[in-house]
């Protein structure tokens, strides 16, 4: 037991120390508080915004709301219409292509026989027929015909009960 006693504070430095548990910081609350009052602002300042921006389309006559719609859509779809338009006229299609998803990085250049030959309608061959049917199509619902009927049977009883069926 004197051994044991003599050797122990080599043995406590022998026993590895534990790693270090690292420490969370305490909670904030002033930190969440202004998290809190900056999306309190925001979703006042949204509100603020679509408010005035109802209140002035309500303001206008009923003429002008539908100029106003056409305005904005015309505001929102003009440039990307104008940016189209500009890259069809170099008659390139290459990134036409590169936006369906095909990844043709070079200039496919239309001249006038390739998009004659892109909008030709094509020549049916001799012998063959056009079927006009889809086989994919969905089928038609049977219950406005249904409704129809009950309608005009529902109308005939009525005229019956009201008695214009009977002569007088």
Not at 7 to 24: D, G, L, R, S, Y
Not at 48 to 70: C, D, K, N, R
Request: charge should be positive.
């Amino acid at each position: 037991m004197a051994t044991t006693v003599a050797n122990a504070p080599n043995a406590v430095a022998a026993v590895p120390t534990p790693p270090a548990i690292p420490v969370k910081p305490p909670f904030d609350v002033g930190k969440f508080a202004g998290i809190f009052a900056a999306i309190g602002l925001a979703i006042g300042a949204i509100g603020g915004i679509l408010a005035t921006v109802v209140g002035g389309i309500l303001s206008l006559e009923f003429w002008q709301i539908p100029l106003a719609v056409i305005g904005l859509m015309l505001t929102i779809s003009l440039p990307s219409m104008v940016l189209a338009w500009f890259k069809l006229k170099r008659r390139n299609l290459g990134p036409i292509l590169d936006a369906c998803g095909w990844a043709i990085n070079a200039r496919v250049l239309i001249n006038i026989p390739f998009g004659t030959s892109l909008t030709a309608l094509p020549i049916l061959p001799s012998g063959a027929h056009r079927s006009l049917v889809d086989p994919y199509a969905e089928e038609k619902s049977v219950w406005p015909y249904v409704f129809a009927v009950a309608v005009i049977i529902g109308a005939v009883a009525w005229a019956w009960y009201a008695g214009y069926f009977i002569n007088k």
